[in-house]
């Protein structure tokens, strides 16, 4: 028996703006009476839930805990929405994309 079914097309990568919340765990780099942190992130993948998947993935690696992921989608639909995207995010975007990583544009500590 062979399979007849045309092999599916390719979906393209995009880039997804993730805000990752993690909390602490040894060796995650954070400031030492931080409580967590809020993580600006660029993702590639084919849909948003693969770039989370493999955000949370890279973090683990990392020592890191991510605790809750917010899309804000492609920069076609931040831009839909009215978020002003700058030169320097929309550099670090297009090599998110260019190198199909991860990039963890902006980190802020959280303390109580």
């Known amino acids: ?3 007849t079914a045309a092999p599916r097309p390719k979906r393209p990568q995009q880039v997804y703006t ?3 919340e993690v909390g602490r765990k040894a060796g995650d780099g954070l400031p030492a009476k931080a409580t967590g942190a809020a993580l600006i992130v660029y993702a590639s993948g084919v849909d948003e839930d693969e770039a989370v998947r493999e955000t949370v993935a890279i973090l683990k690696q990392a020592d890191m805990a991510p605790l809750d ?3 804000y989608g492609t920069v076609g639909e931040r831009e839909a929405q009215g978020h002003e995207i700058g030169p320097d995010e929309q550099e670090l975007m297009d ?3 260019a190198e199909n990583v991860v990039i963890v544009a902006e980190v ?5």
């Open 95 to 97: 090599r998110a994309l």
């Open 108 to 112: 802020t500590p959280f303390f109580d």
């Open 18 to 20: 993730l805000l990752v």
């Open 1 to 3: 028996m062979t399979d």
């Open 69 to 71: 992921v917010t899309g």
